[in-house]
């Protein structure tokens, strides 16, 4: 699912949330079981994710992985507190590639022309990230959410033939927002699904292709120093 229509989604279900004392008195009436009412003061929530990331260094990527985009799995632990209304969640996930790891080759850049040296590059991104933020609970069942935080993000490049010196091994600090909905299923179990963009400066744009694209005068140059970008998750809870 594409990151727009995961925020459409979550702004649709916080605009159309009907007030708390109406919910609940609807939910009781048909017999559902209310997902905010019942929900303890402080409540630990482990949850799996996979997201779909969308790089905002497009031509780097492009350029030596041949796509643009990159998916991930992960998981972590959520705490929730104030009766569900606020939460706290640390995780950490790795790329749903073989090894994980994207596989692509050097490629040298001239006059806005792209040249693939034929010579393997391999490259792993980790990150661990920590975000906070506010559940509206406005709905038995369905319950919007924002949040921000940091992460740290590791990125490697390793090729064939390179020495220790032309190899990436780096680690940096960025920031994160997310919105999205969480909808539940069940009394214990939750699905989630939201927009998340990440903001890693620094980690490219020192080196290689990425450093030629960077000095472009385009507005995409600034881009190309960054990691981050816009992903779509789905991620399922475990817990009140």
Same mark, same amino acid.
């Given at each position: 699912m594409k990151p727009a229509i995961a925020l459409v989604i979550a702004l649709g279900a916080l605009t159309a949330a009907s007030p708390a004392s109406a919910q609940a008195r609807a939910a009781g009436a048909t017999g559902? &079981? +209310? @997902?905010t009412g019942d929900?303890?003061?402080?409540?630990?929530?482990?949850?799996?994710?996979?997201s779909n990331e969308k790089f905002?260094?497009?031509?780097? &990527? +492009? @350029?030596?992985?041949?796509?643009?985009?990159?998916?991930?799995?992960?998981?972590g632990l959520q705490v929730t507190g104030w009766h569900g209304r606020v939460y706290g969640e640390l995780g950490a996930s790795?790329?749903?590639?073989?090894?994980?790891?994207?596989v692509g080759q050097r490629v040298f850049v001239s006059d806005g022309k792209v040249y693939k040296l034929g010579i393997a590059l391999r490259s792993t991104v980790k990150p661990v990230e920590f975000t906070a933020g506010y559940r509206f609970n406005a709905h038995p069942r369905?319950?919007?959410y924002v949040g921000a935080g940091f992460g740290s993000y590791r990125y490697t490049e390793q090729s064939d033939f390179a020495d220790d010196s032309e190899n990436v091994d780096v680690t940096k600090r960025g920031g994160i927002f997310h919105a999205g909905v969480e909808l539940r299923a069940h009394r214990w179990i939750g699905a989630a699904i939201d927009a998340q963009y990440t903001h890693i400066p620094g980690i490219l744009g020192n080196g290689g292709v990425s450093q030629q694209f960077a000095q472009e005068s385009t507005t995409?140059?600034?881009?190309?120093?960054?990691?981050?970008?816009?992903?779509?998750?789905?991620?399922?809870?475990?817990?009140?």
């Open positions: 559902l &079981f +209310d @997902a929900a303890p003061m402080i409540s630990l929530r482990p949850f799996l994710d996979v905002l260094a497009v031509k780097t &990527f +492009d @350029a030596i992985f041949g796509e643009t985009s990159a998916q991930f799995w992960g998981g790795r790329l749903m590639k073989k090894n994980e790891q994207l369905i319950i919007p995409q140059a600034k881009k190309e120093r960054d990691l981050g970008g816009w992903a779509a998750r789905l991620k399922v809870v475990v817990g009140r």
